[in-house]
C-alpha cells in the first residue's frame, strides 16, 4: 500500500464505513484534511449570512426559481448521471451477490425412439420410452482472504462516489441557470438603456439637422451625429441577438425547445440586488460537504479496497460445491433414485508469467492516482472559494470607480454640449463625451452582473448539495419505438 493508508488513515475510518452494508457513507474525518492536507484556518474573507440549500433563492426572484425547478427535473444531462447511478447501484448489488452461494438447476426431458426400417423388434422396453433427469448444483467460496468483501465494497464506495457525481452535477446545472439568467437580464437592461440612449441621440441629430439647414454647423458635425445614431442601432441589434441566444441556450438547460419556454423566462425582471456575503465557515468544513470532495474521498476508498481485492486473488481460493441429481420413467423418480456428490477444493495460482502481481501493482498505483486526484479536488475547491471572494472584491471596486466615472462623465457631457453650444468647442468634443458617458452606463450594467454571477459561483463552491426532493426520479422511457429490425 506504500505510505497512503498512514498519510489519511484510511485503513481506521474504512472499516467504520461500513461499505458493504451502508447506503451512505460518514464524511471526512476531520483530522484527516489538517494533518495530510495542510489546510489554511480561514478563508481570506467571510460574512455573517446563513447560506439556504437553495442558494439561488437568495436573489430573492421567484421566476429564477421556477426555471432552476424546471431544469433539475428536466435536464437530460443530469437524468443521465442519475441513470449512470443506477448502474453503479446494480454493479453494488451484483458484487453483494458473492456472500451467497450460487444455486443452478437444470430438469430434462428426453424422449426415446427407434426406426422401424431395419426390422427391429420394439418389443423390449428398453429400446423406447420417455425419461426424465434432474440436477441442482451449489458453490460457494470461503472468503478467507476477503477478495469478496473487498469487491463488494469497492462497488458500494463507487456507488456512493456516483451519488456526490449526481449532486456536482446538479449544483453545476443550478449555477448555469442562475448565470444565463442573469446574462439575460442585464441583456434586457442594456436594451432599454441602448432605447434610451438612441432616443437621445436621434434627438441630437433632429436639432443638429435643423442648425444645419440653418447654415449655423458644419455638415461634419450632422455626419458624426449620425454615425453615433448608427452605433446605437447596432449595439441594440446585438443586444436583442444576445438575448434571443440566452433564450435558446437557457432552453437547453431546461430541457426543450425555446418555444416550449416557461413564462418566467421572458419576464423583464431585471437584475437583482446582490445579497449579503455569506458566512464561508471554515476550510476543512467546506470539505465535509463539498459533494466533488466527498466523491473523490470515496473514490480513494474504491481504490484502497480494489487494491486489497488484487491482493486476494493472488492467495488460494476455497470452494464448497455440491451437486444432487436424479432420473428415471417419471418426473417423480427424480425424487427417489438420486445421487449426490459434495466437494471442498482448495486452488491457486501457480505459475501465470507475472499476471497476478502485475495487477496488483496496477492496483496499487491506481490507488496513489485516485489519492492524488483527492488532493487536487481539495485544492480546487479550496480555490475556488477564495478565488471567488478576491473576485467580488475586486468587481466591488471596480463598480466604484465606474460609478465615480460615469458622474464626472455626465458632468462633462452637460459642460461640452454648453461649450459647444456657445461655439467655443468642436462637436467632437461633445461626440467623444457623449459616446463615453454611454459606454460607462453599459459598463456599470455588466459589472453588476458580473458582481451577481461571481456570487453564483461562489455560492456553488460553497454549497454541500441540493435537498433530496430537488432531484426528481426520472421516468424510465419506453425505447422500443427507437429500436429497429434487422432483416
Not at 434586457?188 to 449655423?216: C, D, M, P, W, Y
Not at 486526484?373 to 471596486?397: C, D, G, H, P
Not at 462637436?427 to 459589472?447: D, H, K, W
Request: charged share 20%; with cysteine; proline share 4%.
Amino acid at each position: 500500500m506504500g505510505k497512503l493508508p498512514k498519510l489519511i488513515g484510511i485503513s481506521g475510518f474504512a472499516a467504520a464505513l461500513g461499505l458493504a452494508g451502508c447506503s451512505s457513507a460518514p464524511p471526512l474525518p476531520p483530522q484527516l484534511p489538517q494533518e495530510s492536507l495542510g489546510l489554511p484556518n480561514q478563508f481570506v474573507a467571510s460574512g455573517n449570512a446563513h447560506m439556504a440549500q437553495r442558494w439561488w433563492q437568495s436573489f430573492g426572484d421567484s421566476r429564477l426559481d421556477v426555471l432552476v425547478h424546471y431544469a433539475l427535473a428536466e435536464n437530460p444531462d443530469l437524468q443521465a448521471t442519475y441513470w449512470r447511478l443506477a448502474q453503479a447501484d446494480a454493479v453494488a448489488a451484483q458484487a453483494r451477490s458473492g456472500f451467497w452461494p450460487r444455486l443452478t438447476g437444470r430438469l430434462e426431458n428426453t424422449e426415446q425412439k427407434r426406426s422401424s426400417s431395419d426390422g427391429f423388434d420394439f418389443a423390449g422396453g428398453e429400446n423406447q420410452g420417455n425419461t426424465w433427469t434432474g440436477n441442482l448444483a451449489a458453490s460457494y467460496e470461503v472468503d478467507l482472504w476477503g477478495r469478496v468483501r473487498s469487491g463488494a465494497r469497492a462497488a458500494e464506495a463507487g456507488r456512493l462516489a456516483q451519488e456526490m457525481n449526481v449532486q456536482t452535477a446538479a449544483l453545476t446545472l443550478a449555477a448555469e441557470v442562475a448565470g444565463v439568467w442573469l446574462q439575460l437580464q442585464e441583456q434586457r437592461g442594456q436594451e432599454h438603456l441602448l432605447s434610451a440612449q438612441l432616443e437621445v441621440n436621434e434627438k441630437t441629430l433632429r436639432a443638429l439637422e435643423l442648425r444645419f439647414g440653418s447654415g449655423i454647423i458644419a455638415a461634419a458635425d450632422v455626419l458624426q451625429q449620425r454615425q453615433l445614431v448608427q452605433q446605437s442601432l447596432q449595439d441594440l441589434a446585438q443586444s436583442r441577438a444576445n438575448a434571443d441566444l440566452l433564450l435558446t441556450q437557457l432552453a437547453a438547460l431546461l430541457g426543450m425547445s425555446a418555444d416550449a419556454l416557461p413564462p418566467a423566462a421572458f419576464v423583464d425582471a431585471g437584475l437583482p440586488v446582490l445579497p449579503a456575503l455569506p458566512d464561508t465557515g471554515f476550510p476543512t468544513a467546506l470539505l465535509l460537504r463539498r459533494p466533488d470532495v466527498q466523491r473523490a474521498q470515496r473514490e480513494v476508498l474504491q481504490g484502497h479496497y480494489l487494491s486489497a481485492q488484487a491482493w486476494a486473488e493472488r492467495l488460494p481460493t476455497l470452494s464448497f460445491d455440491m451437486f444432487f441429481s436424479g432420473g428415471g420413467t417419471s418426473i417423480s423418480d427424480i425424487a427417489n433414485d438420486w445421487l449426490l456428490n459434495l466437494s471442498l477444493a482448495l486452488e491457486g495460482v501457480i505459475f501465470d508469467g507475472g499476471n497476478l502481481a502485475a495487477r496488483k501493482r496496477e492496483q496499487a498505483a491506481a490507488e496513489q492516482e485516485r489519492w492524488a486526484l483527492f488532493r487536487n479536488t481539495v485544492m480546487q475547491a479550496l480555490s475556488e472559494v477564495e478565488q471567488a471572494l478576491i473576485n467580488e472584491q475586486a468587481i466591488r471596486t471596480r463598480l466604484s470607480y465606474l460609478e465615480t466615472r460615469t458622474q464626472l462623465a455626465d458632468q462633462i457631457t452637460l459642460r461640452q454640449r454648453r461649450a459647444y453650444g456657445q461655439g467655443s468647442v468642436d462637436f467632437l468634443n461633445v461626440l467623444s463625451s457623449t459616446n463615453n458617458q454611454q459606454l460607462l452606463q453599459r459598463e456599470i450594467l455588466t459589472a453588476r452582473r458580473e458582481l451577481l454571477e461571481n456570487r453564483v459561483t461562489l455560492y456553488r463552491a460553497l454549497s454541500g448539495g441540493l435537498p433530496v426532493e430537488d432531484l426528481p426520479e426520472p421516468l424510465p422511457v419506453e425505447l422500443d419505438v427507437y429500436s429497429t429490425q434487422v432483416d
